[in-house]
């Protein structure tokens, strides 16, 4: 069960959402009374539904309601970590099951600090890695290649396949050049986010959280002493363009993905 948290800590931070609507506010009749200023008698309102899946309304507020610091107006999805902000009160949305899951890598880091420094950034292959630290491929790497890239989505020929009603077919995608690391949203419908912040696209680096809906995958570097790799055309400067445009079905010499110039090709509509 999740549970909803004033990052404050007062007395009541921990509210187990149980009910399937909250609303949120300081008239005592809500089901979530904040009495503090700038919070609106009617100020938002949760939607909780039977899968877990959350969603965040403003009722009209004064001040507004605010999501990872973005505003919010419609219904918008709430994922664990999210922090939730009525004026100056933040609450931060947990799922303490997912918490249990990272109790093994949490207790390692405690006891030998030195495990944290090397598992938190470094991967054990000579390329950038995603590592998926919640979702249904926990536990799972892969590898970002070289000289070409990876697409994570729903659909079947999706590098990384990831299940889920709110993951678009072709979602994002992620490159490497000149051993940098780079992601961009491929207009998906629920959108890709990096330490909380959702993006369009934005240079990765280690240690970083990128979130597709319920998945969640930290970025690890290439692990130390390996070697650099250049794709062929990079230069020593600058920002790399991503190297395909996922138009339709990807086009492949053996096992290495043709690459094209320019820039991304953006889709006209949701996958």
């Known amino acids: 069960m999740l549970q909803l948290r004033f990052n404050d800590r007062r007395e009541d931070s921990g509210i187990w959402l149980s009910e399937p609507r909250y609303i949120i506010g300081r008239d005592a009749t809500n089901t979530i009374v904040i009495d503090e200023p700038g919070v609106s008698a009617f100020h938002a309102e949760l939607i909780v539904e039977a899968d877990n899946r959350v969603y965040l309304t403003d009722l009209g507020s004064e001040k507004g309601t605010f999501l990872n610091g973005a505003p919010v107006d419609l219904p918008t999805r709430v994922m664990p970590a999210d922090v939730i902000r009525l004026h100056d009160v933040e609450l931060e949305l947990a799922d303490p099951s997912h918490r249990l899951m990272r109790m093994p890598d949490d207790a390692l880091s ?40 990876l697409v994570l989505g729903r659909s079947q020929h999706s590098d990384v396949v990831l299940a889920g009603v709110h993951i678009s077919r072709r979602h994002a995608q992620i490159w490497s050049s000149n051993g940098r690391l780079f992601v961009c949203d491929m207009d998906s419908a629920s959108g890709t986010w990096v330490n909380r912040k959702k993006i369009s696209e934005t240079e ?59 820039a991304i090709t953006r889709f006209a509509g949701r996958h």
């Open 110 to 149: 405690v006891m030998f600090p030195e495990f944290r420094r090397v598992t938190g950034n470094a991967s054990p292959y000579d390329t950038w890695t995603l590592y998926a630290t919640a979702g249904p491929l926990l536990g799972q790497r892969f590898p970002v290649p070289p000289a070409g890239n």
């Open 204 to 262: 990765l680096n280690p240690g970083d959280d990128m979130r597709i809906d319920n998945a969640v995958f930290r970025i690890e570097s290439p692990r130390p002493g390996a070697p650099a790799h250049f794709g062929a055309g990079d230069d020593a400067g600058g920002v790399a363009e991503p190297r395909t445009v996922y138009a339709g079905q990807r086009r492949r010499t053996g096992s290495t993905p043709v690459l094209s110039t320019g």
